[in-house]
């Protein structure tokens, strides 16, 4: 069994002390040390991407901590100036990055399959059937009879069904239309770009 363990943690990802800083509560000089903390959302452990980010002050003479926007006006605008401006490291974007190249990988490799499918259509001139997706949610095949690289010359099937598992049940000859319709090739390019096209093999 595996357990997902998911949530937040916080990483300090910059640390220093400025000489020119004073404390506003003891009035200590270069006593200040400056942390700025980012809150990572995890899955696992593995930084998925933040969602926040805090400069924390901490006085080492008065032991006051505290941050800047919780001061008053004036001491905000002083404190300002030495926040931390670091930036967030990428790794902290993990999982986010394994994401997007889950999905680019994903994308590529439909593109990889439609090119297949297309290629096993446009070589030889045996006669296949296609089974593809309707407009209307459906399905439905073609017969093809003879293609170029601009037509493919097709017999309809006049049927449709509405469960993809039961196509074979329309699949008999005289389910197709009698004539042979002319149609250009970019009609069929387009079903297999909308990812319509189910399965393609030849008649025997
Ligand atoms: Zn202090």
New binding site residues.
């Given amino acids: 069994m595996i357990v997902y363990i998911s949530g937040t943690y916080q990483i300090s990802i910059h640390s220093y002390r400025p000489k020119e800083i004073k ?1 506003y ?2 009035n ?1 000089s270069s ?1 200040i040390i400056v942390e700025k903390k980012v809150s990572v959302y995890h899955l696992m452990y593995i930084p998925i991407s933040p969602y926040k980010t805090k400069n924390i002050f901490t ?1 080492t ?2 032991n ?1 901590e505290f941050e800047p926007k919780n001061l008053k006006p004036e001491n905000k605008t002083y404190y300002k100036n030495f926040k931390s401006k670091k930036w967030i490291p990428i790794w902290l974007f993990s999982g986010v990055i394994i994401i997007l190249f889950g999905i680019g990988y994903f994308a590529v490799n439909q593109i990889k399959k439609n090119e297949e499918k297309l290629s096993k259509l446009t070589n030889g001139d045996q006669t296949q059937i296609i089974q593809y997706e309707t407009d209307n949610g459906n399905y439905t095949t073609l017969r093809t009879i003879k293609i170029t690289s601009d037509f493919v010359w097709l017999n309809y099937n006049e049927y449709e069904i509405e469960k993809y598992d039961f196509i074979y049940q329309i699949g008999g000859e005289g389910n197709y239309s009698t004539d042979t319709v002319k149609v250009d090739i970019k009609i069929i390019k387009e079903l297999f770009k909308q990812g319509k096209v189910k399965k393609i093999y030849p008649i025997k």
């Fill in positions: 404390c509560n003891c200590a006593q006085c003479s008065c006051n």
